[in-house]
C-alpha cells in the first residue's frame, strides 16, 4: 500500500503560478503510475495530468495543456504538478491518486479515477481574478 500526502495548494491571483506536491510512503513508489484530478464545488472530479511509473509518458486535459506539467522524483516519491498561467476557472481542490503497475506497464498512464486505487486527502488551490 501507499498512502499520498498533497501541498502547496493556496490563494493565487489569475496568471500566477504554483506547484502542488505528492508525497508517497513506502519504498515501491517507482512501481505507481500517478495522476492529478481536481474537483471543484457543484462538479465531479475531472482528470487532470497523469505520469507513467517510470516518468517516460505523460498526459493532460485538453483545460491545462501548455499550462500544467507533471513530474515526478522517484528518488523522493514525490510527484509535483507545476501550474502556471493559473485561470479562476482551475480552482478547485486538487487530489494526487496512485495505481500500482506491473514492470511491463512501466510505460502506461491511465485517466480515469476509477483505474486508481489510491488517493491523497487532498490541497485547495484558489485563483482569484
Known amino acids: 500500500q501507499v498512502q499520498l500526502v498533497e501541498s502547496g495548494g493556496g490563494l493565487v491571483q489569475a496568471g500566477g503560478s504554483l506547484r502542488l506536491s505528492c508525497a508517497a510512503s513506502?519504498?515501491?513508489?517507482?512501481?505507481?503510475?500517478m495522476g492529478w484530478f481536481r474537483q471543484a464545488p457543484g462538479k465531479e472530479r475531472e482528470f487532470v495530468a497523469a505520469?507513467?511509473?517510470?516518468?517516460?509518458?505523460?498526459y493532460y486535459a485538453d483545460s491545462v495543456k501548455g499550462r500544467f506539467t507533471i513530474s515526478r522524483d522517484n528518488a523522493k516519491n514525490t510527484v509535483y504538478l507545476q501550474m502556471n498561467s493559473l485561470k479562476p476557472e482551475d480552482t478547485a481542490v486538487y487530489y494526487c491518486?496512485?495505481?500500482?503497475?506491473?514492470?511491463?506497464?512501466?510505460?502506461?498512464?491511465?485517466?480515469?479515477?476509477?483505474?486508481?486505487?489510491?488517493w491523497g486527502q487532498g490541497t485547495q488551490v484558489t485563483v482569484s481574478s
Open positions: 491518486a496512485g495505481r500500482r503497475v506491473g514492470k511491463y506497464s512501466s510505460g502506461s498512464y491511465y485517466l480515469g479515477p476509477y483505474e486508481y486505487d489510491y
Open positions: 513506502g519504498r515501491t513508489f517507482s512501481n505507481y503510475a
Open positions: 505520469i507513467s511509473s517510470s516518468g517516460g509518458s505523460t
